[in-house]
Nanobody
Framework: QVQLVESGGGLVQAGGSLRLSCAASGRTFSSSAMGWFRQAPGKEREFVAAINWTGGITYYLDSVKGRFTISRDNAKNTVYLQMNSLKPEDTAVYFC??????????????????WGQGTQVTVSS
């Protein structure tokens, strides 16, 4: 089992940056693929980025490619989402999750196994 706690959200002006962190507990983190998702008010939760267990394979939502970077540090049981050039449409609650990847699917998510509680990101114009 994996417990996940997100942090790093906040209020930032358009064009600014934030780095989200997701701290995991549990013995299986280093062997788990991880993903970031977001949910804006009145919208469905959507996939943002994912990373395999080694960190060697990453996936991104088209609208965040070139602006967001997902990474992980297995020694620290932490996955990160570096968000640059933020836009008002990036405003949402961001969640991390332990996932199983399906490389043939778009988004490449087979299952979502564990969720964090989320962290609010607000981008002002």
């Amino acid at each position: 089992q994996v417990q996940l706690v997100e942090s790093g959200g906040g209020l930032v002006q358009a064009g600014g940056s934030l780095r989200l962190s997701c701290a995991a507990s549990g013995r299986t983190f280093s062997s788990s693929a991880m993903g970031w998702f977001r949910q804006a008010p009145g919208k469905e939760r959507e996939f943002v980025a994912a990373i395999n267990w080694t960190g060697g394979i990453t996936y991104y939502l088209d609208s965040v490619k070139g602006r967001f970077t997902i990474s992980r540090d297995n020694a620290k049981n932490t996955v990160y989402l570096q968000m640059n050039s933020l836009k008002p449409e990036d405003t949402a609650v961001y969640f991390c999750a332990a996932v199983h990847l399906d490389h043939r699917s778009d988004p490449p998510i087979a299952t979502l196994d564990y969720w964090g509680q989320g962290t609010q990101v607000t981008v002002s114009s």
